[in-house]
């Protein structure tokens, strides 16, 4: 017998409207899906074994999707047309209107697929790609491939091993292989060093303005609660007190550059006048922005 998923799958007003396809092999199984779901339809799905769900169809500006079940109505995140779901992840979605849709779902043996990424990537950095989750939606090249795994499915013409190697492809081209080092800070319940950098460069594109966990979080492609604990574990603060220190790194880029005065330098980062930003400022560096800036000078 060939690997079967396990997986707790809970769905309210989504129905399959043609025949399931599907396959077993040795170490993963193939889900072929044709189904119909109406305004307000949604599930609630969460399997130890890794996943790829690959849509043949734009389903973004219909369906959303959250790690818990309050977020999905709320500020739940467009559903894009492929997903790499890490073992033991949970997934609500939620569709806004009537919709029939398509897709395919592979399941994997976690032993198998990491040993299939370890001899590239490293033990380590296999591992923690296997828990990274991914959302893509400019899919192009893997849609042709699942569209071949899907009639391999419906009508098996070749040894299993082409369809694991389709697979294997679906793989390669979704997952994130990034640097092992984004990959390893990930697996340890973090943010990774580029989801970092994306962060700071949205607090400097916005001129200092604060920026709300919730668009921070879904800049990184996180639940905003996910994202409040992998923030909180990587930088040891809130988004708020982050966003606060990296809006007085501003600052002082500014009190170096230029001649302008402190109230002008307020006003340019949002705070209330001059007194606002002396008091956030001193709670950071300890002295007044016209006393760093003279001492900046001397140095």
Known sequence: MGFLHSMICETDGIQAIAPVQWRSFDDMCAVYWHARATKGAGGYY????????LFFDDISGRARMAEDA????????????????????????????????????LHFNRRWLQGKLAPVLGE????????????RQDVAPLIVIGHTLARELATPSRHPLFAESLAMSLISGLLDLSEEADLIELASGGLTPMQ????????????????????????????????????????????????????????????LRGDLSIASVADRFGFADQAHLTRVFRQYEGTTPAAWRREQRLS
């Open 124 to 135: 380590a950095a296999a591992n923690a790609a296997i828990l990274r989750p991914v959302e």
């Open 70 to 105: 309050e977020a999905v109505t709320t500020a739940g995140r467009p559903m894009l047309q492929a997903l790499y779901v890490p073992p033991g992840r949970p997934m609500w979605t939620r569709f806004s209107d009537n919709h029939k849709f398509s897709h395919l779902d």
């Open 196 to 255: 970092m950098r994306r962060l700071r460069a949205m607090v400097a594109e916005s001129g200092g303005a604060r920026l709300s966990t919730g668009v921070l979080a879904e800049a990184v492609g996180l639940s905003e609660s996910w994202f409040t604990q992998a923030f909180k574990k990587t930088t040891g603060k809130t988004p708020l007190q982050w966003q606060q220190e990296q809006r007085i790194a501003l600052v002082k880029e500014l009190l």
């Open 46 to 53: 969460i399997s130890p074994d890794p996943r790829i769900m």
